[in-house]
């Protein structure tokens, strides 16, 4: 089965049919509809080889993430959400897991996708040499920002500052903060990390900030988590790293912190399982999978050709905070959606309702 025959049974153009099955042209939706429906009767199977041949593309697109990170479950998600994106195109997607220091790189992909990108990455600097099409998730490092075409990342200076606040009018007055050590210190490591380094300035809160590996045994996170909590009137502890704020509860058990009774505890990348299902917890869903479909449509665009802002927002996020078990979205996060202030509300101690 042919476009020509597809034509002559629509009683169309060669030239409209094509342009309704592979998204070119200008065809209005019934028509699309129309030729979609005559090509699934009539058994209609694209070839891809050809319209690579034409088109000079390879119909597959890239997507990189630091190997330090690729255990956790938003990489995971993020990467399954890619590839509906990719299929969504009509493109494959290629995981590139080998390091770019073994034997020569031929990447087969019309873009790439890199996510989360680390300063010194060879991989990154190769996918740059080699004039692939790229686009972070996150920012990249400034020796790459010129080659990366576009950016797509979350407000995650936002949604840490949004956090504070509610630890603060839940009557918190000084949380201490463990983050990601320098090697994975990513445009979100930095971001978040900052912020509660510029919310402690402006609240006049000692900080008590801690560094610790992204891979961390449990000995090191409680090492981690026992320094940052060593004063004797911090009150809280928000966590960056995805799962460090479930793991740590049993480690703040033992050093007499008492989650959801008087001390605050939170994730900025929550873990589904651990710290999303977790009402002692105020948990950032920074919600991967639609994220990295997200991408995906942006990284389509960019080799498309389109003309598109170089730094774009992902806003699809929610914060579901201690004591409650519905999500606010960051429409109503942005739209000043009212919150407890008296800190005897059980909402604010982590107690469920």
Not at 6 to 19: R, Y
Not at 74 to 89: D, N, P, R, V
Not at 116 to 126: A, F, N
């Amino acid at each position: 089965m042919t476009i020509v025959e597809i034509a002559q049974h629509v009683g169309l153009s060669k030239t409209t049919v094509s342009d309704a099955l592979h998204g070119g042209g200008r065809v209005s939706p019934a028509t699309a509809a129309k030729v979609a429906a005559a090509a699934r009767e009539l058994g209609y199977v694209t070839n891809r080889a050809a319209r690579q041949l034409r088109g000079r593309s390879v119909g597959a697109f890239g997507i990189y993430i630091p190997p330090i990170a690729r255990n956790f479950n938003f990489y995971m998600e993020f990467a399954f959400g890619a590839a509906h994106g990719s299929a969504e195109h009509d493109a494959d997607l290629t995981l590139f897991a080998r390091d770019a220091e073994v034997g020569p790189r031929h990447f087969q992909v019309d873009g790439v996708l890199a996510v989360d990108p680390l300063p010194g990455d060879p991989m990154l600097q190769r996918l740059v040499e080699v004039g692939i099409p790229m686009v972070t998730a996150g920012r990249p490092p400034e020796s790459l920002a010129d080659a990366v075409a576009a950016v797509i990342e979350a407000p995650h200076s936002d949604l840490a500052r949004l956090v504070l606040d509610h630890l603060r009018q839940c009557g918190y007055r000084r949380p201490a903060f463990v983050g990601s050590d320098r090697r994975f210190y990513s445009s979100w490591a930095d971001d978040v990390r900052q912020s509660y380094l510029d919310w402690c300035a402006t609240h006049s809160a000692e900080p008590s900030a801690f560094d610790c590996p992204l891979d961390a045994t449990l000995d090191e996170l409680r090492a981690a988590v026992r320094s940052a909590t060593a004063p004797a009137d911090v009150d809280a502890l928000v966590c960056a790293p995805q799962g460090f704020a479930g793991r740590a509860i049993g480690i703040l058990e033992t050093a007499d912190r008492h989650v959801g009774s008087g001390f605050g505890l939170a994730s900025l990348s929550s873990d589904p399982t651990t710290e999303l299902s977790n009402e002692q917890i105020t948990a950032v869903d920074l919600a991967p999978w639609t994220f990295g479909r997200d991408a995906v449509n942006l990284l389509a665009a960019v080799v498309a050709g389109e003309s598109l802002p170089y730094l774009n927002r992902f806003e699809k996020v929610s914060i579901r905070e201690a004591g409650e078990t519905g999500r606010k979205s960051w429409a109503m996060l942005s739209g000043n959606v009212s919150r407890p202030t008296d800190p005897g509300d059980p909402r604010c101690r982590g107690v469920p309702t």
